[in-house]
């Protein structure tokens, strides 16, 4: 016998969540979590995205705008090494990507890029773009050049200048440079070799042969090499001294970077105001595993809200990278390290594995440093 099938009265609230599945089940494929961390929520997805032809498994993270940021060193140091689970998880943080591209292949493992944490400079590059966020979480994104220059001035006599090269770097054996050391490289500069100048609450207090000089906790340490160990002169003991930091883009303009308390600089650019505009080789780049190759990428992205996104994808070309933030609603996006340093964390776990120790990675929702 034949049974008559019993009909249910639909109720409003019934048609509205039958309706809302439809939708639902006709969007683009994604797997979410949102996960409370600290103050902020970090939204996690897996997302099939078609760009330049293909299609892309994206995973990101979404930060929302006013979270806390910092760059995360290993050993809270710049020159180590540590993972990226136990460097996010030492800054106690919601969320983590790698950074800075760093010498990964058989050199002290310092970074490349312009690196700012707590307000301070930490590291200084010349190439790239670099994002930067405001105390108060507002995030930016330009190709920026920093400049470091100072006066010193005698007891008695005139004032004359100075400039450093490098930041927190380690120089090569035969270099001519002059590099400033802060507490962010350790207790000592890490080498010996050139003439160092010990700078303390401004004012020099040492000037000696480097050899693994120690770097006070209240100022810095100047070490002159090559041919410029001869600038080492203008310092003497009881000399004041001054350090000025300019911030100007790639062409020569100054722009607005002084309250900027964190940042890092990689590259190259890739999506601006909503448009591609990759020219990897007009930022100084010239390794074709960024100009034309295939890799593992990681990126960041600042969206049309202000929010922020952190991306990895196991393998794309940086024209097909620009494309696939581009088509994530990218207001503007830059390309991180990648290759085996691609690696991204959130709301305790690991999200995507770096296949190697990184030196640097920026973190959020954690301890500022």
Same mark, same amino acid.
């Given at each position: 016998?034949?049974?008559?099938?019993?009909?249910?009265?639909?109720?409003?609230?019934?048609?509205?969540?039958?309706? %809302?599945?439809?939708?639902?089940?006709?969007?683009?494929s994604?797997?979410?979590?949102?996960?409370?961390?600290?103050?902020?929520?970090?939204?996690?997805?897996?997302?099939?995205?078609?760009?330049a032809?293909?299609?892309?498994t994206?995973?990101?993270v979404?930060?929302?705008?006013?979270?806390?940021?910092?760059?995360?060193?290993?050993?809270?140091?710049?020159?180590?090494?540590?993972?990226?689970t136990?460097?996010?998880?030492?800054?106690?943080?919601?969320?983590?990507?790698?950074?800075a591209f760093?010498?990964?292949?058989?050199?002290?493992?310092?970074? #490349?890029?312009?690196l700012?944490?707590?307000?301070?400079?930490?590291?200084?590059?010349? #190439?790239?773009?670099?994002?930067?966020?405001?105390?108060?979480?507002?995030?930016?994104?330009?190709?920026?050049?920093?400049?470091?220059?100072?006066?010193?001035?005698?007891?008695?006599?005139?004032?004359?200048?100075?400039?450093?090269?490098?930041?927190?770097?380690?120089?090569? @054996?035969?270099?001519?440079?002059?590099?400033? #050391?802060?507490p962010?490289?350790?207790?000592?500069?890490?080498?010996?070799?050139?003439?160092?100048?010990?700078?303390?609450?401004?004012?020099?207090t040492?000037?000696?042969?480097?050899?693994?000089t120690?770097?006070?906790?209240?100022?810095?340490?100047?070490?002159?090499?090559?041919?410029?160990?001869?600038?080492?002169?203008?310092?003497?003991?009881?000399?004041?001294?001054?350090?000025?930091?300019?911030?100007?883009?790639?062409?020569?303009?100054?722009i607005?970077?002084?309250?900027?308390?964190?940042?890092?600089?990689?590259?190259?650019?890739?999506?601006?105001?909503?448009?591609?505009?990759?020219?990897? @080789?007009?930022e100084?780049?010239?390794?074709?595993?960024?100009?034309?190759?295939?890799?593992?990428?990681?990126?960041?992205?600042? %969206?049309?809200?202000?929010?922020?996104?952190?991306?990895?994808?196991?393998? @794309?070309?940086?024209?097909?990278?620009?494309?696939?933030?581009?088509?994530?609603?990218?207001?503007?996006? %830059?390309?991180?390290?990648?290759?085996?340093?691609?690696?991204? #964390?959130?709301?305790?776990?690991?999200?995507?594995? @770096?296949?190697?120790?990184?030196?640097?990675?920026?973190?959020?929702?954690?301890?500022?440093?």
């Amino acid at each position: 016998m034949k049974k008559t099938p019993v009909l249910l009265p639909f109720t409003r609230s019934t048609v509205m969540l039958l309706c %809302m599945a439809l939708i639902l089940s006709v969007l683009p494929s994604a797997s979410t979590t949102a996960v409370a961390a600290g103050s902020s929520t970090f939204k996690t997805s897996v997302q099939k995205v078609t760009a330049a032809g293909r299609t892309f498994t994206v995973q990101t993270v979404r930060i929302p705008k006013g979270t806390a940021t910092a760059v995360g060193l290993a050993d809270r140091q710049v020159g180590r090494t540590a993972s990226l689970t136990s460097i996010a998880r030492s800054y106690g943080a919601g969320a983590a990507i790698n950074g800075a591209f760093f010498e990964a292949y058989g050199g002290p493992p310092d970074p #490349y890029g312009t690196l700012i944490s707590g307000g301070r400079l930490i590291h200084l590059g010349r #190439y790239g773009t670099t994002i930067g966020f405001t105390k108060d979480g507002t995030a930016m994104m330009d190709s920026l050049r920093l400049s470091v220059t100072g006066t010193v001035t005698p007891v008695q006599g005139r004032s004359s200048s100075w400039y450093a090269t490098w930041f927190n770097r380690t120089p090569g @054996a035969s270099a001519s440079t002059s590099i400033v #050391y802060t507490p962010d490289r350790g207790a000592t500069t890490g080498f010996s070799g050139g003439v160092a100048v010990t700078v303390v609450q401004g004012k020099v207090t040492r000037k000696a042969n480097n050899k693994n000089t120690a770097i006070p906790t209240n100022g810095y340490v100047i070490v002159y090499t090559g041919s410029e160990k001869s600038t080492a002169d203008r310092f003497q003991p009881g000399a004041r001294v001054e350090m000025n930091i300019e911030y100007q883009d790639m062409h020569g303009k100054d722009i607005p970077w002084q309250d900027v308390v964190t940042a890092v600089g990689a590259g190259p650019r890739l999506v601006d105001n909503g448009k591609i505009t990759l020219n990897a @080789a007009a930022e100084g780049f010239q390794d074709p595993k960024i100009l034309n190759a295939s890799g593992a990428r990681s990126g960041i992205a600042i %969206m049309a809200d202000g929010s922020v996104m952190i991306a990895t994808v196991p393998g @794309a070309t940086m024209k097909q990278w620009a494309a696939v933030m581009q088509k994530l609603g990218a207001r503007d996006a %830059m390309n991180l390290d990648g290759g085996a340093s691609s690696g991204m #964390y959130a709301n305790g776990r690991t999200i995507t594995a @770096a296949g190697r120790l990184l030196s640097n990675t920026l973190v959020f929702g954690g301890s500022r440093s």
